[in-house]
């Protein structure tokens, strides 16, 4: 950056601030998949589209200028424009090294001494109180003298209670910590010795950057406005909601992202049960895994044990991961806990929880152990696990990513719930505890989503799930037309019955030559093509443009998004002919005419 980017770009904030394109909004969560690349390369022709946008007062031209800038990332918990603008705008103010937001005001400090890559002991001099005091690192509190020199041997982190000012390369930390309303900074004043990556990857996968809408409040400041006023909610209001819909519900938890919740209840099994092996789909959610094995584990408490979900036994069978679970649980002794999406992809398989409560059983009358079960039930946002006869004498938590159905994708949100088991609750009770210290609940503006969203969620879910249905039955007819079965999976009618209604589809192209990566990679492409009015690659689902309009089908090849962290080895298992799965999220608010008419443009050049 330029020496003057900071003046520069409080010059053109107020331009900046009434124009902003939609991926700038705050309410948008996930972003078109070829649109982004990286903050550093986002940065650069974020500045160099400063001079332009001092030309423009039109807010049309202003609007297209700031969405030729492209995309930091493609899902906002890892940063959305917002938040990476005002991050530059720290960074040239204070000659930082690289800076983070953060959606919490602990988390700053707390991810230098998280960091998987960190391999020095930590020193904080806080000016004020700690929330807590980390345990394995030396805590000076109420500082009010000078820092110590600087040292090769320790990082220093410095943690005020005031926006920091100066210049960061004179200080002697290593990283200043300071408070933003909802959130806090992070300033690094060399990254050789507090490595980036290991920053980003305890905020995308514990976290999040600091909100759009709290970004965009700090960058009214800057340009001298007033922080625009949200809607606001209260977990109360929000408990209420999720009552009428499971009157079974005791306690609720709400985090500011699904995996600042996941972060809590796991780390609240180990705590509660001690050293636990934590079974989990090795296919499911990319991210969840990397969580687990690469973060978590880290402390020696939780033992990851990831199972594979497509497969099939020597027989040819398909082996479901219910049996894959009690397999492993036959070999096991020891504290165990699962943690289970329902369903599961990339097959949407539904499980059979009575066979899984058989077995579960069967371990705790052989080991004296009770095996917690932790249900994820994101894609299925109606389906009632409390209410079912099988969880009533066993201790169940749901945790669940509410940025997709429940919030129609207007807010990144975690929501975490239990009934009335006694471990279920100690384990929620802690979770609450580590919210705490981490600051990672939600904000009230994400909770008035979160109200809104769940006030409608039973009929919406209804209509989405018949427009899914209608969908998965097009297109099959289509290639069966053509000469072709498709393998696709959908949850069916009997299975919506039971509560699993869901907007996802997910399928196989049959094989066809391509010129592309993937076949799947050309179908997205051409839909993007032929079908602009309809289609988006993005991340994510339970999208809803609002207000009534058309919504738009998001469309994607899995493999391409930075969201989950699968090894080439899983999403290679995944590939059917040497086709990868293709992914639909269908929304309320559906053309399914329109877009099966495109998908038959494609299927006619192909087949």
Known sequence: MTPDFA????????????????????????????????????????????????????????????????????????????????????????????????????????????????????????????????KGVEVHERWGGELPARSPDVLTVLVTEEPFTGDVQASAADAICYPVPNGGMLLIRDASRIDPYGIQLIRKRTLSALLAADARAELERIAGLAPTALPEATPAECDAALQRLFPQIRESLYYC?????????????????????????????????????????????????????????????????????LASLAAHEGAACLFLETPTN????????????????????????????????????????????FAQDWPFILVKSGSKYF????????????????????????????????????????????????????????????????????????????????????????QVAEGLASGMLSFYLPPAPTTHADLVDEFVAYLLEHAPKLVKSRVSYGQSVGDGRPDYFYVINPEESTQGALSAE???????????ICRISVPEHADVDGLLAAMDGFFALKY
């Open 570 to 580: 899983v999403k290679n298992a995944q590939k059917h002919d040497n086709v990868q």
């Open 257 to 325: 992202t699904g995996l600042a919740a996941e972060a809590a209840v796991f780390t609240a099994v180990g705590d509660v049960l001690g050293p636990v092996t934590l079974f989990y789909a090795q296919n499911g959610y990319g991210g969840t895994g990397q969580l687990i094995a690469d973060l978590l584990s880290r402390a020696g408490v939780l033992q990851p044990r990831p199972l594979e979900v497509i497969g099939r036994d020597a027989a040819g069978r398909p082996v479901t991961l219910v049996e894959r679970v």
């Open 407 to 494: 919030t129609k994708g207007k807010t990144t949100l975690g929501v975490v719930a239990c009934a009335d088991h006694p471990v279920a609750r100690q384990i929620v009770a802690r979770a609450r505890e580590l919210g705490q210290g981490a600051d990672s609940f939600a904000r009230p503006a994400q909770l008035a989503e979160l109200r809104a969203g769940l006030e409608d969620l039973r009929p919406r879910m209804a209509t989405i799930s018949a427009n899914t249905i209608r969908l998965a039955n097009g297109l099959r007819s289509a290639l069966r037309a053509r000469g072709h079965e498709v393998t696709l999976y959908a949850i069916s009618e009997a």
């Open 7 to 134: 003046a520069r770009l409080t010059q053109a904030l107020p331009r900046i601030l009434r124009a902003l394109p939609d991926d700038w909004d705050h309410r948008a969560t996930t972003y078109d998949l070829f649109r982004f690349d990286s903050d550093t390369a986002f940065g650069a022709r974020f500045e160099a589209a400063l001079g332009d946008i001092a030309g423009l007062d039109e807010p049309r031209q202003l609007r297209e200028r700031l969405a030729a800038v492209g995309l930091p990332f493609d899902y906002a918990r890892l940063g959305q424009p917002l938040s990476t603008v005002l991050e530059m705008y720290v960074q040239s103010r204070t000659n930082a090294a690289r800076v983070f937001s953060f959606a919490s005001v602990t988390k700053p400090w707390l991810s230098v001494i998280e960091s998987p890559k960190r391999t020095l002991p930590v020193r904080i001099y806080a000016r004020g109180a700690l929330r807590f005091s980390p």
């Open 346 to 389: 990339p097959e949407l398989q539904v499980h059979d929880f009575p066979a899984l409560m058989a077995g579960l059983r069967a371990y705790q009358a052989r080991t004296g152990k009770q095996v917690p079960v932790i249900v994820d039930t994101t894609l299925a946002p109606l389906y009632p696990i409390f209410a079912k006869d």
